[in-house]
């Protein structure tokens, strides 16, 4: 496969799971608080269930409105039970009454308040409530239901992460003569350890240049293991010993740098954890 079809596939490969996360992300940021929770349990306990529960903050207006319906349909209703599933074409309230005891006004009116609350989701930013929501797909398997402004969010957020993955390939395909010809190795390392990526390969590559070296020093290996940057490089016998050296110590300063990156971090994870 030709190397541009390949990263054509990675690109799409990874804005698709970052597409999926982002949707995640977003699913938590907007889980219905606690509060909100507890008012609904309070105001409609008779048909409360507790699948509401895992309905976005911003669609608690909405589904409290259907309770109310619900609890407007008639004294019959406590053959109802309800039970709220999010589809992809928004949220879905599934009653079971006992048909048998039900007037077919009843039914008709249970219909209705079922038919607003998808069409209400549908309008209503999960996040904010505001109505102006439209259908925003992330990923395969989310949609999220979003104002303007929360869709705009949602998109710049995707759009910094796929600009960042092309900035990699821009930088992979300048340090190209430093990578075997058929390499398909890419440079995608988290934003903490790129810059010291970067200082170090164009510092090689213009020992390895100014030298006459092109094709006789090669990068091998770049990885990350728990934050900490890994390089490896491969010398053929045309690559003097303080050329060699040079370069390595190049490495290892990166590397050196990484760590130290990867212990602050930790450390500021730690004390955020203590707060
Ligand atoms: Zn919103």
Redesign the pocket.
């Known amino acids: 496969m030709p190397i541009e079809d390949l990263r054509a596939r990675q690109r799409q490969s990874i804005i698709r799971s970052q597409q999926h996360q982002l949707g995640l992300d977003c699913s938590r940021d907007m889980e219905m608080k606690p509060e909100n929770i507890e008012k609904l349990q309070t105001l409609h306990g008779k048909n409360w269930h507790q699948s509401a529960a895992n309905l976005p903050d911003?669609w608690t207006e909405i589904v409290g409105n259907f309770f109310s319906d619900l609890d407007d349909i008639g004294d019959l209703v406590d053959a109802v039970s309800v039970r709220f599933e999010r589809c992809p074409d928004g949220v879905r309230a599934f009653a079971f009454p006992e048909m048998s005891q039900w007037h077919p006004q009843q039914m008709h009116a249970l219909r209705i308040a079922q038919r607003v609350l998808l069409l209400k989701s549908r309008e209503t930013?999960e996040?904010?409530?505001?109505p102006d929501?439209e259908p925003v797909p992330l990923g395969e398997r989310v949609t999220l239901f979003?104002?303007e402004?929360?869709k705009a969010k949602a998109e710049a957020k995707l759009a910094a992460q796929v600009q960042a993955f092309d900035e990699r390939v821009k930088f992979r395909d300048e340090m190209a003569t430093l990578f075997q010809p058929m390499s398909v190795m890419s440079l995608q390392v988290t934003d903490l350890n790129l810059p010291i990526l970067r200082k170090a390969l164009r510092d090689i590559k213009r020992i390895v240049e100014e030298r006459n070296l092109v094709g006789h020093v090669y990068i091998t290996k770049v990885l990350e293991d728990e934050g900490q940057l890994f390089i490896t490089a491969r010398y053929d016998n045309k690559v003097d010993p303080a050329t060699n050296y040079e370069i390595e110590d190049i490495i290892h300063h990166a590397q050196w740098q990484s760590d130290q990156l990867s212990v602050a971090a930790s450390k500021e994870d730690g004390n955020a954890d203590d707060a």
């Open positions: 911003g930013c996040w904010c409530a505001k929501a979003l104002c402004e929360h």
